[in-house]
């Protein structure tokens, strides 16, 4: 494989491969870290109820790039989704799909803690509950790569899932609003819109001739192989 053939693959699915990228880095910082500081950086990235008002862009970021069990499984299954959704949506789309997903995941399920916490229904202490994880991003990533995806992108993303719910139980709980099944439910649903209305952006973008010559244009400048 040529260097230009290997930097278009690159270029091509470039989210992926910084999102994976980007959470190995993460888990190869957190196993170097001693014991006291790797508990320190999981509770600073949750996204609890506490968290969020404290620190909220920092939580949300870090929290989708380190876990607290099973971190070597989950390479693997970022790669089965999010491949086949960069494929699907490129890469500004997918990014905004899969940040969305783990946003929206987030905000909905520790939304429904805080109003459930402030009325009784649960105690406070649920407001400072440890939730990180890749999980959202992924789910989000699934639902695109399965609906809008290729063959091959909707075997990998069925696959993901199917270890996910029957494995994983990531809708576990769903019945009496736990956090994780809470948050995955609203990531897929966000997957599944957010991913259908970009691919329909996107089609309308590649079919509308004002935008042909700009893109023409920028071909030429290109090099060619």
Same mark, same amino acid.
């Given at each position: 494989?040529? *260097?230009?053939?290997?930097?278009?693959? &690159?270029?091509?699915?470039?989210?992926?491969? =910084?999102?994976? +990228?980007?959470?190995? &880095?993460?888990?190869?910082?957190?196993?170097?870290?001693? *014991?006291?500081?790797?508990?320190?950086?999981?509770?600073?990235? #949750?996204?609890?109820?506490?968290? &969020? @008002?404290?620190? !909220?862009?920092?939580?949300?970021?870090?929290?989708?790039?380190?876990?607290?069990?099973?971190?070597?499984?989950?390479?693997?299954?970022? $790669?089965?989704?999010?491949? +086949?959704?960069?494929?699907?949506?490129?890469?500004?789309?997918?990014?905004?799909?899969?940040?969305? +997903? @783990?946003?929206?995941?987030?905000?909905?399920?520790?939304? %429904?803690? $805080?109003?459930?916490?402030?009325?009784?229904? &649960? !105690?406070? #202490?649920?407001?400072?509950?440890?939730?990180?994880? !890749?999980?959202?991003?992924?789910?989000?990533? =699934?639902?695109?790569?399965?609906?809008?995806?290729?063959?091959?992108?909707?075997? $990998?993303?069925?696959?993901?899932?199917? =270890?996910?719910?029957? %494995? *994983?139980? =990531?809708? /576990?709980?769903? #019945?009496?609003?736990?956090?994780?099944?809470? +948050? @995955? $439910?609203?990531?897929?649903?966000?997957?599944?819109?957010?991913?259908?209305?970009?691919?329909?952006?996107?089609?309308?973008? /590649?079919?509308? !001739?004002?935008?042909?010559?700009?893109? /023409?244009?920028?071909?030429?400048?290109?090099?060619?192989?």
């Amino acid at each position: 494989m040529t *260097g230009t053939r290997v930097r278009a693959l &690159l270029a091509r699915y470039a989210v992926a491969w =910084i999102y994976l +990228g980007g959470f190995l &880095l993460t888990g190869l910082v957190y196993a170097a870290l001693p *014991g006291p500081d790797r508990h320190a950086m999981l509770w600073w990235a #949750s996204t609890n109820v506490v968290n &969020l @008002h404290h620190h !909220p862009a920092g939580c949300l970021v870090l929290s989708a790039f380190v876990t607290n069990d099973d971190w070597y499984a989950w390479p693997l299954l970022i $790669a089965l989704a999010l491949f +086949g959704a960069n494929q699907a949506l490129g890469n500004w789309r997918t990014a905004a799909v899969c940040a969305a +997903g @783990h946003v929206l995941g987030t905000l909905v399920s520790e939304g %429904i803690v $805080a109003y459930r916490v402030q009325h009784g229904l &649960l !105690p406070a #202490s649920d407001n400072r509950i440890l939730d990180v994880g !890749p999980s959202y991003v992924v789910v989000a990533a =699934i639902m695109v790569a399965l609906l809008y995806g290729s063959w091959w992108a909707r075997v $990998a993303a069925a696959a993901d899932l199917a =270890i996910l719910v029957f %494995i *994983g139980q =990531i809708f /576990a709980g769903l #019945s009496t609003l736990q956090v994780a099944a809470v +948050g @995955h $439910a609203t990531a897929l649903v966000v997957g599944a819109a957010g991913g259908g209305l970009l691919l329909w952006q996107r089609r309308r973008t /590649a079919a509308d !001739p004002a935008s042909r010559p700009a893109a /023409a244009g920028l071909a030429e400048q290109l090099p060619q192989p």
